[in-house]
Every structure is written in C-alpha cells, then in structure tokens.
C-alpha cells in the first residue's frame, strides 16, 4: 500500500528555519516527488518539485531562493528546506510523489499520490 509521511512542521517566528521531510513508501517510487501547500482560505499552491533522473528542480517564485528541495533515492525520501521563513509560508505543506509533470511555462504538476500533509505556521 503506498504512504508519504510528513514531518518537520511546526510553530517558528519569522527569518526562521524548517525541514520538511517526507518518506514514501510501498509502489510510490518515482523520479518526481514535490511539494504544495495550502493557506488558510486559499487553493492549494505548487511550491517545488524535483525529478533526478533528469536533474531538474522547479521552485514557484515566492520561494525561491529561500527554499531546496532535495531527496534521498537510497531511502525514497524526498526534503524541502525552508530558509528565511515569512508569515505568508503558513500553510499545511503536502508531500506528493509520482504523476505528471509538464514542462510549461511555469511547469505544472498532477501527483499520483499525496501525503496528509504536516502544518508550517510561522509568526511575525
């Protein structure tokens, strides 16, 4: 059965850091894993993705720069590190792993699978 597990959320004041990780695990191998996020209110955002098998990593405009994406292959387990951290990161930050992912202008991406996601809310 397949299952992405979160962590690495919490409660952190503004200028701060955070690692999300996430471990996938059962049929859910893939090149592609990503992450989105969503804010109180909001629809759900594409933050980054990265496929290795072709090293590309994609990061939507308000983090980059402040946020890497990252994986463990051995381990199938996918980071996003999250530097200088703003009020307006809060948000429940989904793990998503396989799927398709389009080459547009901006890139945009359909997971097969979804973590529960794991809250990051961040204090001015």
């Known amino acids: 059965q397949e299952q992405l597990v979160e962590s690495g959320g919490g409660l952190v004041q503004a200028g701060a850091s955070l690692r999300l990780s996430c471990a996938a695990s059962?049929?859910?191998?893939?090149?592609?894993m990503g992450w989105f996020r969503q804010a109180p209110g909001k629809e759900r955002e594409f933050v980054a993705v990265?496929?290795?098998?072709?090293?590309?990593?994609y990061y939507v405009d308000s983090v980059k720069g402040r946020f890497t994406i990252s994986r463990d292959n051995a381990n199938n387990i996918v980071y996003l590190q999250m530097n200088s951290l703003k009020p307006e990161d809060t948000a429940v930050y989904y793990c998503a792993v396989g799927g398709r992912l389009r080459f547009k202008l901006p890139p945009t991406y359909e997971p097969d699978y979804w973590g529960k996601g794991t809250l990051v809310t961040v204090s001015s």
């Open positions: 990265i496929n290795w098998s072709i090293d590309y990593t």
């Open positions: 059962g049929r859910t191998f893939s090149s592609v």
